[in-house]
């Protein structure tokens, strides 16, 4: 047996924890934006406030989201890399 291939249940679960790692981030993110939505929408913030609020929600939300993305795919390298 090659020790330096990976075997099909070993990329399959690569595959599916890239795939998780991705909808969670995607999620955070879109969560982080529609609390700055809602704070808009419920406190009627207008003009350049509104749209600072906007922006400074996709950019916390997009943040959010690539750390979500980052720790999950170490994570499961460090599982990995131990065996488990």
Known sequence: M???RQSRWEK???TVEIVFALVT??????????V????VLVFGISGA???????AGALVGAA?????LVRVLRRFDAHRR???
């Open 2 to 4: 090659d020790m330096g």
């Open 12 to 14: 399959d679960a690569m």
């Open 25 to 34: 981030a995607a999620l955070l993110a879109a969560t982080v934006f529609v």
């Open 36 to 39: 700055a939505l809602v704070l």
């Open 49 to 55: 406030a509104r749209d600072g609020v906007l922006v």
């Open 64 to 68: 959010f989201g690539v750390w979500r």
């Open 82 to 84: 131990e065996g488990r």
